[in-house]
């Protein structure tokens, strides 16, 4: 065996967009973060939303918290990729950040509804990788969304009453996880970006690393 190299070969390649969709409570978010954290090739896509910030939340980390005003004023300058409204408030993605890292090649997370799914599937098709997050039965999905405790009964309601809506569209998505374990659906997360960064329509270095390989006259 060949003795292991210090730096493995990197070959350049497109950035992903990874876009993670469930009914409130699956646990999108909980997946999103963790894999922001093992993950530092990755960045996420922090949307603007006419929603009240949950006490746990930070502006400009979690969202950027907007009025329905200043949210109509980037929505009309097109100065978002993608907007839908959701369990009544308004949310969207702005454009800039995601233009930046695609043209630089880096990763980015979108944790959206079906609604920007697909409009991102419309518009880069050829970027987007797409997961839906299940629960195990919709008894969990309810107990999640309680113990979370972040949102009021009212808004607990409306969520469950909207989820079976959103289930609806699973089929819409490359990929499906049930996230009934917690570390085995991450494993499954984690499976998935490790594959899609090795797909070869994504790596338009390998033109140059076979071309340099074929050239080369192996030294005996
Ligand atoms: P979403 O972003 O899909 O609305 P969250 O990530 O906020 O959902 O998760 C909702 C709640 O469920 C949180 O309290 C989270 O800690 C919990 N949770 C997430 N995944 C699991 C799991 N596999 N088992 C048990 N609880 C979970
Ligand atoms: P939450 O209020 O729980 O943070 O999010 C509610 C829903 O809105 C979730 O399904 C979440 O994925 C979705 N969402 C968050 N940001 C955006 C966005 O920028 N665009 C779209 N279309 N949906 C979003």
Redesign the pocket.
């Known amino acids: 065996m060949s003795p292991a190299k210090t730096s493995p070969i990197q070959i350049a390649r497109r950035g992903l967009m990874l876009v993670i969709?469930s009914p409130?409570g699956a646990g999108?978010s909980t997946i999103a973060r963790t894999l922001l954290e093992t993950d530092k090739q990755i960045g996420l896509s922090v949307?603007v939303?006419t929603?009240q910030r949950r006490p746990s939340e930070v502006e400009g980390v979690h969202y950027h918290f907007k009025t329905v005003r200043e949210f109509e004023r980037l929505r009309d300058s097109d100065s978002l990729l993608?907007?839908?409204e959701?369990?009544g408030n308004f949310?969207?993605?702005p454009r800039e950040p995601v233009e930046q890292a695609m043209s630089e090649g880096r990763d980015m997370l979108f944790?959206?509804?079906w609604?920007?799914a697909q409009q991102l599937q419309q518009k880069m098709q050829a970027d987007v990788v797409s997961i839906f997050v299940l629960p195990p039965t919709m008894t969990e999905l309810q107990s999640r969304l309680h113990r979370r405790a972040e949102d009021s009964e009212e808004v607990i309601q409306t969520r469950l009453a909207n989820s079976r809506a959103e289930i609806a569209h699973w089929r819409e998505y490359d990929y499906v996880i049930i996230n009934d374990d917690l570390n085995a659906a991450f494993d499954a997360v984690q499976s998935i970006v490790k594959a899609e960064r090795l797909r070869r329509d994504r790596r338009h270095g390998m033109f140059d690393f076979v071309r340099e390989l074929l050239e080369e006259t192996p030294v005996l």
């Open positions: 969709s409130s999108k949307s939303t929603r993608e907007s839908a959701v369990h949310y969207g993605t944790d959206i509804d609604q920007g």
